[in-house]
């Protein structure tokens, strides 16, 4: 796991293992992702064990326990390093992706920890923050599957789908004017920001050979870092008229021409924007919310993209600065993020921002050998897009326009009469009744009592939905059966002959983990699609002496917490004031933060209910409420 380099020597694991025997050390283990890959015959030293990486914990602590030294070896391919070697065909491509049910989904964020993958990215939907896979950026390696949720499914045969982007067919024009092509007095300075992993090096790399083939001197200098695990890379370019006139690589402050910032967040960074010259820098800003590693440790990170497009306008006083979602564009029209970088060169290119000509940055893009034609028509596309400011409003508008599933309400009583008929489809009438009926209760208490408020009915009107909805072995069922989970992945794959593989932990055959004590979870063939329409059928069992699965200790706490914060609510409704009501806010929304399945659902519950235990305790005492809290 270096990141692709070869390691000195040519040292193959048992040779590794032998040696470390030979040194001394007598308890060896070797723990990897595939062990199946060590045939039986492998000269490993005696008494060595080969463990799949799903137990190196129970290694570790097996080793820790060992007086003296002991050893493990960790063999592993870097999955940067994979996802670049498929690329090149010269590693195993498996014919399947993975798709998150996102109806299904709590936005819980074990899929996160488990995996510690960057390609898990937030989905923002109607029943709040979900999560979505980055088909572009996902390394394949699968480990994401193993977060305890019945969202997760593998499709087999499955490649990302190409937006069909209606009537922007022939919004970008098919001819390209060429642009003012900018003269090199002294140089001309470029910083070219991003993450790592989608091409911020290559472009650089382009920029400097489409340089030397038209004669021109180049230098460059990339600072990647962490790169390789999806962290800020930095590549400056200057460009001169010979190599003679470049004294220095690095683009010093106040100095650059063009700052092509493939990454919002790198873009907004303090050492970017010091180079920023007002008048003199060009900027061309990718708006695409790309999640950092932050996001895998924190399931509420948010991105200030507003304050940084903000700071980025200011630093350069509103002038010669363009934003545009390259990787949203990209993705639908050429079906891959990672052409993102090449259409924000050629945005910058046909803006006059680049002192080359668009045959040199082809011929470079052709030299390159990777993706050829994806590349090169990116770097059209881009250029069109600069080209017709409208045609592009008219492409990004189709872009954004919500399918029936990721529309959002816009107004309280939108999202009242959703989930009024989602409980409706849930479990019956009477249902949504129930909850329609609460609401009007807390909608009138406001009214009254802070007048012109909604807030607190709003926050009720989706936390009292959370619960009611509780996602139950029925619920799950109906959310695969009832035709949006085959729509999203029609909206998200093509492929003539796709195959299912579901990943579940049925809590009357899952088999607990001997080391960690949580459910291990089974893969399910495409005839559980099938069964899942027939357990749907049986949600009128659901509650009653009937359901078999209502018995477990996770369904009697999900019931019980509808029965609990029923209960509060006819309190808040009798208690609401003036001095109580952001307090009662508070409260409305503690089930928010019970998210999850399982262990990881029960782990959420704790701490939500200390927190609910302080604001109770505040809501019937306001004297006691903090001054900042009782001022408002």
Same mark, same amino acid.
């Given at each position: 796991?270096?990141?692709?380099?070869?390691h000195?020597?040519?040292?193959?694991?048992?040779?590794?293992a032998?040696?470390?025997?030979?040194?001394? @050390?007598?308890?060896?283990a070797?723990?990897?992702?595939?062990?199946e890959?060590?045939?039986?015959?492998?000269?490993?030293?005696?008494?060595?064990t080969?463990?799949?990486?799903?137990?190196?914990?129970?290694?570790?602590?097996?080793l820790?326990?060992?007086?003296?030294?002991?050893?493990?070896?960790?063999?592993?391919?870097?999955?940067?390093?994979?996802?670049?070697?498929?690329?090149?065909?010269?590693?195993?491509?498996p014919?399947?992706?993975?798709?998150?049910?996102?109806?299904?989904?709590?936005?819980?964020?074990?899929c996160?920890?488990?995996?510690n993958?960057?390609?898990?990215?937030p989905l923002?939907t109607e029943?709040?923050?979900?999560?979505q896979?980055?088909?572009?950026?996902? %390394?394949?390696?699968?480990?994401? @599957?193993?977060?305890?949720?019945p969202?997760?499914?593998?499709?087999?045969g499955?490649?990302?789908?190409?937006?069909?982007?209606?009537?922007?067919?022939?919004a970008?024009?098919e001819?390209?004017?060429?642009?003012?092509?900018?003269?090199?007095?002294?140089?001309?300075?470029?910083?070219?920001?991003?993450?790592?992993?989608?091409? @911020?090096v290559?472009?650089g790399?382009?920029i400097?050979?489409?340089?030397?083939l038209?004669?021109k001197?180049?230098?460059m200098?990339?600072?990647?870092?962490?790169?390789?695990?999806?962290?800020? @890379?930095y590549s400056? !370019?200057?460009?001169?008229?010979s190599?003679?006139?470049?004294h220095a690589?690095r683009?010093?402050?106040?100095?650059?021409?063009?700052?092509?910032?493939?990454?919002?967040?790198?873009?907004?960074?303090?050492?970017?924007l010091a180079?920023?010259?007002?008048?003199?820098?060009?900027?061309?800003v %990718?708006?695409a919310?790309?999640?950092?590693?932050?996001?895998t440790r924190?399931a509420?990170?948010?991105l200030?993209?507003?304050?940084?497009?903000?700071?980025?306008?200011?630093i350069?006083?509103?002038e010669?600065?363009?934003?545009v979602?390259?990787?949203?564009?990209?993705?639908?029209?050429l079906?891959?993020?990672?052409?993102?970088?090449?259409?924000?060169l050629?945005?910058a290119y046909?803006?006059?921002?680049?002192?080359?000509?668009?045959?040199?940055i082809?011929?470079?893009?052709?030299l390159n050998?990777?993706?050829?034609?994806?590349?090169?028509?990116a770097?059209?596309?881009g250029?069109k897009?600069?080209?017709s400011?409208?045609g592009?409003?008219?492409?990004?508008?189709?872009?954004?326009?919500?399918?029936?599933a990721?529309?959002?309400?816009q107004?309280?009583d939108?999202?009242?009469?959703?989930?009024v008929?989602f409980?409706?489809?849930?479990?019956?009438?009477?249902y949504a009744?129930?909850?329609?009926a609460?609401l009007?209760?807390v909608?009138?208490?406001?009214?009254?009592?802070?007048?012109?408020?909604?807030?607190?009915?709003?926050?009720?009107a989706?936390n009292?939905?959370?619960?009611?909805?509780?996602k139950?072995?029925y619920?799950?069922?109906?959310?695969?059966?009832d035709?949006?989970f085959?729509?999203q992945?029609?909206?998200?794959?093509e492929?003539? %002959?796709?195959r299912?593989?579901?990943?579940?932990a049925?809590?009357?055959?899952?088999?607990?983990?001997?080391n960690?004590? !949580?459910?291990?979870?089974?893969?399910?063939?495409?005839w559980?699609?099938?069964?899942?329409?027939?357990?749907?059928k049986?949600?009128g069992?659901?509650?009653?002496?009937?359901?078999?699965?209502?018995?477990?200790q996770?369904r009697r706490?999900?019931?019980q917490l509808?029965t609990?914060?029923?209960?509060m609510?006819?309190?808040i409704?009798?208690?609401?004031?003036p001095?109580n009501?952001?307090?009662?806010?508070?409260?409305?929304?503690?089930?928010?933060k019970?998210?999850?399945?399982g262990?990881?659902?029960e782990?959420?519950?704790e701490?939500?209910?200390a927190?609910?235990a302080?604001?109770?305790?505040r809501?019937? %005492?306001?004297q006691?409420?903090?001054?900042?809290?009782?001022?408002?």
């Amino acid at each position: 796991m270096t990141g692709g380099q070869t390691h000195e020597g040519g040292l193959t694991v048992d040779m590794i293992a032998r040696q470390v025997r030979a040194e001394g @050390v007598e308890r060896i283990a070797l723990v990897t992702d595939e062990p199946e890959k060590y045939p039986s015959t492998a000269d490993f030293p005696a008494g060595m064990t080969i463990n799949h990486r799903d137990e190196i914990q129970s290694v570790q602590q097996e080793l820790a326990e060992i007086g003296g030294v002991s050893v493990m070896i960790y063999d592993q391919t870097c999955a940067s390093e994979k996802r670049r070697r498929r690329k090149r065909g010269t590693f195993p491509d498996p014919d399947k992706r993975v798709i998150i049910n996102e109806l299904v989904c709590e936005g819980c964020g074990d899929c996160s920890v488990q995996s510690n993958c960057v390609a898990v990215q937030p989905l923002e939907t109607e029943y709040g923050r979900k999560r979505q896979i980055d088909q572009s950026n996902c %390394n394949k390696d699968f480990s994401c @599957v193993k977060g305890f949720c019945p969202s997760f499914v593998t499709v087999h045969g499955a490649k990302p789908k190409k937006a069909k982007v209606s009537g922007s067919g022939d919004a970008l024009p098919e001819t390209i004017p060429d642009p003012q092509i900018p003269a090199i007095d002294t140089t001309w300075n470029c910083i070219v920001t991003g993450v790592g992993g989608t091409g @911020v090096v290559t472009i650089g790399a382009i920029i400097g050979m489409a340089a030397h083939l038209e004669g021109k001197g180049c230098g460059m200098i990339d600072m990647a870092g962490l790169a390789q695990k999806g962290g800020s @890379v930095y590549s400056h !370019v200057r460009l001169a008229k010979s190599p003679e006139e470049i004294h220095a690589i690095r683009v010093a402050a106040g100095t650059a021409d063009l700052v092509l910032g493939c990454d919002l967040v790198v873009s907004g960074t303090k050492k970017v924007l010091a180079a920023v010259s007002p008048g003199r820098t060009a900027l061309v800003v %990718n708006t695409a919310e790309v999640y950092p590693g932050d996001f895998t440790r924190d399931a509420d990170f948010s991105l200030p993209a507003e304050r940084l497009k903000r700071e980025i306008k200011r630093i350069a006083n509103g002038e010669k600065v363009d934003f545009v979602d390259a990787t949203a564009i990209a993705t639908a029209l050429l079906g891959d993020a990672i052409a993102a970088n090449m259409f924000m060169l050629g945005f910058a290119y046909q803006r006059g921002a680049v002192p080359l000509h668009a045959d040199a940055i082809e011929r470079g893009i052709a030299l390159n050998g990777q993706a050829v034609a994806m590349n090169i028509e990116a770097f059209r596309l881009g250029r069109k897009a600069a080209a017709s400011p409208e045609g592009l409003a008219r492409v990004v508008a189709s872009l954004k326009a919500p399918t029936k599933a990721r529309e959002i309400s816009q107004t309280l009583d939108e999202t009242i009469a959703r989930r009024v008929e989602f409980l409706t489809a849930y479990q019956d009438a009477a249902y949504a009744a129930r909850y329609q009926a609460l609401l009007e209760k807390v909608r009138a208490a406001e009214a009254k009592a802070v007048d012109g408020k909604e807030g607190l009915t709003e926050a009720v009107a989706r936390n009292l939905f959370k619960l009611m909805a509780y996602k139950d072995e029925y619920e799950v069922a109906r959310l695969y059966s009832d035709g949006s989970f085959l729509r999203q992945v029609d909206q998200t794959f093509e492929g003539g %002959n796709l195959r299912f593989e579901f990943h579940l932990a049925p809590p009357l055959l899952a088999r607990k983990d001997p080391n960690t004590g !949580v459910p291990r979870k089974i893969t399910f063939g495409p005839w559980m699609l099938k069964a899942f329409g027939l357990l749907a059928k049986f949600k009128g069992l659901r509650g009653t002496k009937l359901d078999v699965f209502g018995y477990t200790q996770e369904r009697r706490t999900e019931r019980q917490l509808i029965t609990d914060y029923e209960a509060m609510l006819e309190e808040i409704v009798a208690k609401l004031s003036p001095d109580n009501h952001i307090t009662a806010l508070g409260l409305a929304s503690i089930p928010a933060k019970i998210r999850g399945f399982g262990h990881v659902k029960e782990r959420h519950l704790e701490a939500a209910k200390a927190e609910e235990a302080a604001l109770m305790e505040r809501f019937r %005492n306001p004297q006691k409420a903090p001054a900042a809290e009782a001022a408002e």
